[in-house]
């Protein structure tokens, strides 16, 4: 049974930092895809992120490049999200996802990872 449990996320003020960490278990981490999406009240899931398998090339959406960072630790079986300069815009409660295999000009598109975690909720206040 695959489980992915993000932790990390809380109450911040805008400018500062969170790192928010994603637990797999159940399937062979280093293997997979690893996407961060992130979804605020009223609007639609938005992809933030994701870090490839093998070589741990990332890649970030523009609202976020130059303050957030990913990684992963296939020893531990966990992936980060490193948030710094946090923005009131960067409120949302933030997903990982994972997959095996993304065409490299879909790995942004939520449909395409097939397991996810419960997500856990970032407030950045003003």
């Known amino acids: 049974q695959v489980q992915l449990v993000e932790s990390g996320g809380g109450l911040v003020q805008a400018g500062g930092s969170l790192r928010l960490s994603c637990a797999a278990s159940g399937l062979s981490f280093s293997t997979y895809f690893l996407g961060w999406f992130r979804q605020a009240p009223g609007k639609e899931r938005e992809f933030v992120g994701y870090?490839?398998?093998?070589?741990?090339?990332?890649y970030l959406a523009d609202s976020v490049k130059g303050r957030f960072t990913i990684s992963r630790d296939n020893a531990k079986n966990t992936g980060y999200l490193q948030m710094n300069s946090l923005k009131p815009e960067d409120t949302a409660v933030y997903y990982c996802?994972?997959?095996?295999?993304?065409?490299?000009?879909?790995?942004?598109?939520?449909?395409?990872?097939?397991?996810w975690g419960q997500g856990t909720q970032v407030t950045v206040s003003s």
């Open positions: 996802a994972a997959e095996t295999n993304i065409d490299a000009n879909r790995r942004s598109e939520a449909k395409k990872y097939r397991y």
């Open positions: 870090i490839t398998r093998g070589t741990g090339s990332t």
